[in-house]
């Protein structure tokens, strides 16, 4: 298993860089996706032209599992693929929809 993740991080106004994060803890309710097509779309350009503290632009994610914590595992998500799309923007903390896709 992966300890750390690398991603494209927005460092300042039409700057990024890959910045090395740590795994965060999974919450028994929660867990971590494994990110394979992130999304920025046409309105995050006005995003990406100010000068905004550093985060990590994407709001459309899709995804597989790869960590689940035991409370959310019994809703028999271990083994399937996600659309995660973020409610809040830019990341907002808690603001989170998620559409679950079965495939087989």
């Known amino acids: 298993m992966f300890e750390h993740v690398l991603a494209a991080t ?6 990024t860089e890959v910045r090395e994060y ?18 920025v779309s046409g ?3 006005k995003a990406y032209q100010a000068d905004r503290p550093v985060r990590i ?9 790869y960590r ?8 028999g998500l271990a083994n399937v693929d996600l659309a995660v799309q973020s ?12 559409t679950v896709l079965l495939w087989s």
């Open 10 to 15: 927005t460092i300042g106004a039409l700057k």
């Open 22 to 39: 740590s795994f965060a803890a999974v919450p028994p309710d929660g867990g971590i996706l494994r990110v394979e097509a992130p999304g």
């Open 43 to 45: 309105s995050d350009w």
């Open 57 to 65: 632009m994407c709001r459309e994610i899709v995804g597989r599992i």
């Open 68 to 75: 689940i914590g035991p409370t959310a595992a019994r809703f």
């Open 87 to 98: 409610a809040g923007g830019q990341g907002a903390p808690g603001a989170v929809h998620v």
